[in-house]
């Protein structure tokens, strides 16, 4: 049976998302980030980190752990590095307020990193890459989460789903940026499984015995596995040791048990890196980005397709037709806003 879906506009689903982050007491500049950061997740069909996160935002407020108020302080710590103290609070807007320095220290000293500390994190790595791309830099981001998935050999859990995201910039172009967890899947396509009541594909989780499964709901109380065997458990020890050691953060297994089982999101670091090609290159930046632009064509040229691609395309057709969510889900996130018929903007679809 298929399941009844809504369509909202981009505008019904910004203000619904910022009904419901400010209902649940998230400050102004903090619910503005936030519900951006939510809109383009799913504007860009990135379903698991889309409208469906707010109902992990929402609780993790409830918990009393995130600090609602939080302030950012920002501290210049070296040539090329910016350090955001987070305070606690959720990433996007510590982000937004850490990122331009960086982009000034890149542009004077050709790279910088910006680390972000004590930050909850829950969205989506590209929506912080492909801007900085568009404005020409080259930028990789970092950041671990929870201790949800094994080492590759291992049967228990370790890592977080410690995405990377890579952006890169294109004159003519939609920058290239791709952006996936180092585990498998993101836990969040097995939550939506699990709402869903589908099976995972094989060879995403273990369940707590150590068994492979394809049932969400188990693969959520076992073990996520690692893409790529050995080669994806090696690169999640990197972002762990990046953003986590190298910048005075916590690690995934040490988030886990600071969340003391409220099943808060993720508060830990992260990092971004800034290249600026223009410092790097001088005038041979121009030879050098077209280069690049072969490599893409070569890419395309074999009938394979760029990651953002699907992404872009799905942007366009947000823009145009608005995002359509399962109705169940809708239902649960108008029911997180605090007495719906009496605020205006919170579009009441309820059957
Ligand atoms: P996927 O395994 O779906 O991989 C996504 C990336 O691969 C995208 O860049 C996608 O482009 C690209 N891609 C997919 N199929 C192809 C293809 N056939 N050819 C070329 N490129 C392709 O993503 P994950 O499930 O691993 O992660 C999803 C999201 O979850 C990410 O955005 C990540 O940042 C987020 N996440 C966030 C965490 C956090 O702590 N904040 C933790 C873990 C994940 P396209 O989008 O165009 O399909
Ligand atoms: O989907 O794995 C995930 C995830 C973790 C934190 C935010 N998203």
């Not at 080259?138 to 949800?148: E, F, M």
Request: net charge negative.
């Amino acid at each position: 049976m298929m399941t009844e879906e809504v369509t909202l506009t981009l505008g019904e689903a910004s203000d619904l998302s910022l009904h419901i982050l400010r209902d649940a007491g998230l400050a102004g500049k903090h619910a503005e980030a936030v519900a951006a950061v939510i809109v383009a997740g799913q504007r860009d069909e990135c379903h698991s980190h889309g409208l469906y996160r707010l109902i992990g935002c929402a609780h993790s407020l409830a918990t009393g752990r995130v600090n609602k108020t939080a302030r950012p302080k920002i501290n210049d710590t070296a040539p090329s590095i910016v350090k955001v103290d987070a305070d606690y609070g959720f990433s996007p807007y510590a982000y937004n307020e850490g990122i331009a320095l960086a982009l000034a220290k890149a542009r004077s000293q050709g790279l910088a990193a910006l680390a972000i500390n004590r930050c909850y994190h829950f969205s989506a790595l590209w929506a912080e890459v492909e801007p900085l791309a568009e404005q020409g830099f080259a930028a990789l981001a970092l950041t671990p989460s929870h201790s949800w998935v094994a080492p590759a050999g291992g049967t228990r859990p370790l890592f977080g789903t410690n995405p990377i995201a890579f952006a890169w910039p294109r004159a003519d172009n939609h920058p290239f940026v791709f952006d996936f967890a180092t585990s498998a899947t993101a836990r969040g396509e097995i939550e939506l499984h699990r709402r869903a009541g589908k099976s995972l594909a094989p060879g995403l989780a273990l369940d707590p015995s150590g068994r492979p499964t394809v049932d969400p709901a188990e693969a959520l109380r076992g073990a996520m596995l690692t893409f790529g065997g050995h080669k994806g458990s090696a690169l999640s020890t990197m972002v762990e040791l990046l953003a986590g050691p190298l910048i005075d953060d916590m690690i995934s297994l040490e988030s886990k048990a600071f969340d003391n089982e409220l099943g808060a999101m993720p508060c830990h670091g992260e990092l971004i890196l800034v290249l600026d090609p223009s410092v790097f290159l001088g005038e041979a930046l121009g030879k050098n980005l077209a280069r690049a632009e072969m490599l893409f064509d070569a890419i395309i040229g074999q009938d394979a397709r760029l990651p953002s691609q699907r992404r872009y395309e799905a942007r366009l057709n947000s823009l145009r037709a608005g995002v359509t969510i399962p109705r169940p889900l809708y239902e649960e996130l108008v029911a997180l806003v605090k007495a719906p018929s009496e605020k205006a903007g919170a579009p009441d679809r309820r059957g």
